[in-house]
């Protein structure tokens, strides 16, 4: 099982950014998917989650409004489109498989190794 | 929404010690729902407990969990080397939460 992110980079305040998540050796399709991030020397923080087939999509009042998630099961893809971008979403972006089909995952039990977001002007 | 309040912050124990950490819940919770995560400098988070009391794939017997309706123990006997790291509760509501960690140190 692997979780690989990318689209991490420095971004001035303001702006847009998509991450992405490829996952391989599970079926991409029966689980939930989650995005967590961690703030430089802080702790984990819940961004957003979204169900199996993409119905059910959730948000830390933090992103609300902001970022957008979105799965591509075809391609065994994650997406977090986040805009309006701002100094305190500078973080560690860690993309998570839930361990059931529904947004409230009882646990997340894979996590890839995270990309790393920077905005600064 | 829940709040998890984890004791202590940090923990000073030596090689061969037993820890106890504590994650506490604003309220009621189903401990199906609560979960333990250890971060090490550097990685990813794992997963460690869930269902407050379930190992994950791989996790040595020495780690344990108890649940109550608001207090959640995760408990390391005989620490090794490697168990000195970051441990944070998860629950899992109409949001997810995260506790704030507990940092078991050397």
């Known amino acids: 099982l692997q979780l690989v992110e990318s689209g991490g980079n420095l971004i001035q305040p303001g702006k847009s950014l998509r991450l992405s998540c490829t996952a391989s050796?599970?079926?991409?399709?029966?689980?939930?998917m989650q995005w967590v991030r961690q703030a430089p020397g802080k702790g984990l923080e819940w961004v957003a989650g979204?169900?199996?087939?993409?119905?059910?999509?959730r948000y830390a009042d933090s992103v609300k409004g902001r970022f957008t998630i979105s799965r591509d099961n075809a391609e065994n893809s994650l997406s977090l489109q986040m805009n309006s971008l701002r100094v305190d979403d500078t973080a560690v972006y860690y993309c998570?498989?839930?361990?059931?089909?529904?947004?409230?995952?009882?646990?997340?039990?894979?996590w890839g190794q995270g990309t790393t977001v920077i905005v600064s002007s | 929404e829940i709040v998890l309040t984890q004791s202590p912050v940090t923990l000073s124990l030596s090689p061969g010690d037993s820890a106890t950490l504590t994650c506490r819940a604003s309220?009621?919770?189903?401990?199906?729902?609560l979960a333990w995560y250890q971060q090490k400098p550097g990685q990813s988070p794992r997963l460690l407990i869930f269902?407050?009391?379930s190992r994950a794939s791989g996790i040595p017997e020495r780690f344990s969990g108890t649940a109550s309706e608001t207090d959640f123990t995760l408990t390391i006997s005989r620490l090794e080397p490697e168990d000195f790291a970051v441990y944070y509760c998860?629950?899992?509501?109409?949001?997810?939460?995260f506790g704030g960690g507990t940092k078991v140190e050397i």
């Open positions: 979204i169900s199996w087939n993409g119905d059910d999509e």
């Open positions: 309220q009621s919770v189903s401990s199906f729902y």
């Open positions: 998570a498989k839930g361990s059931s089909w529904e947004v409230r995952v009882p646990r997340m039990d894979a």
């Open positions: 998860q629950f899992s509501g109409s949001s997810i939460t």
């Open positions: 269902g407050a009391g």
């Open positions: 050796g599970f079926s991409f399709n029966d689980y939930a």
